[in-house]
């Protein structure tokens, strides 16, 4: 599909000449990744950064989209970032500077002249604390330049036979817990297995946010009734006891970017 934002996009691409893209596995940074790896005459690769707040389903989705669509990939391993230990409400910040930060090295090292991320244009005008570290480490937001929005992402994911075009948004695992909360690898684990479990039961975008020894389920419309009236509720409750949660509890909001924030 051509169109002006196709247009400007190839544009920015082809100005960098030479490309890291920082690659979540996200609908986002999987359509730049795909898109620019057939751009002619430009260098691209897409790094994946491996931390324990990424659930390991992300991962493993992103290898095989890059192996699939013939993308040079990437994986860097980095160890739990302790300025982010207590989960401070400037998480999002330092925790982008920090990772692209390491991404900025990998591309000096390695000979590539600019990073580029996955933002879209409805980001920009989102609460996006991240957002700060990506303008002060000068990386390139080429879909937001080109004006795509996530819905222009989808349709075009959709139109080239691409079947993440509807993949619920997936943010990282410490977005399920309160500010000011010290965190633990095995706390991120209890959480990434309790949505994978309510992810292969058929509750897709569900997240556990986590409370102390409770956990509030939000899901995604439309499941709210299911999920009270489901036969395997009570071996949800069960499961999600069975990791090690005490109190389950269902969220009748359902599920809301942001819910964590103060």
């Known amino acids: 599909m051509t169109d002006s934002k196709t247009v400007k996009l190839d544009s920015i691409l082809r100005d960098a000449r ?3 893209i920082a690659f979540s596995g996200g609908v ?3 359509f730049l990744a795909w898109h620019a790896a057939r751009v002619p005459g ?6 994946t950064i491996r931390t324990p707040y990424m659930p390991s389903r992300e991962i493993r989705e ?3 989209f890059a ?6 990939h990437e994986i860097i391993d980095m160890p739990f970032p302790e300025i982010i230990r207590h989960n401070p409400v400037e998480r999002c910040y330092f925790c982008k500077k920090t990772l692209f930060a390491r991404i900025v090295t ?10 580029a991320d996955g933002t879209n244009a409805d980001d920009i005008k989102a609460h996006r604390p991240g957002l700060k570290a990506l303008n002060e480490l000068e990386i390139l937001s080429p879909l937001a330049g080109a004006g795509f929005t996530k819905k222009d992402i989808r349709e075009r994911l959709l139109s080239g036979g691409l079947d993440l075009w509807d993949k619920p948004a997936m943010a ?3 977005t399920r817990i309160p500010y000011d909360t010290e965190v633990s690898e095995s706390m991120l684990r209890m959480i990434e297995d309790a949505e994978e479990f309510m992810l292969i039961n058929g509750y897709p975008g569900t997240r556990v946010r986590v409370h102390n020894d409770m956990v509030r389920i939000e899901c995604m419309p439309g499941y709210l009734e299911k999920i009270v009236k489901d036969p395997h509720r009570e071996m949800i409750i069960d499961t999600l006891k069975k990791i090690g949660f005490r109190y389950i509890s269902l969220d009748l909001e359902g599920y809301r970017t942001g819910s964590m924030d103060k």
């Open 62 to 64: 992103a290898v095989d």
């Open 67 to 72: 192996a699939l669509h013939k993308i040079t």
């Open 172 to 174: 990282c695992l410490m």
């Open 42 to 47: 430009i260098k691209t690769i897409a790094v």
């Open 106 to 115: 990998y591309a000096k090292d390695n000979g590539y002249r600019s990073i």
């Open 18 to 20: 030479s490309l890291v």
């Open 28 to 30: 986002d940074s999987s």
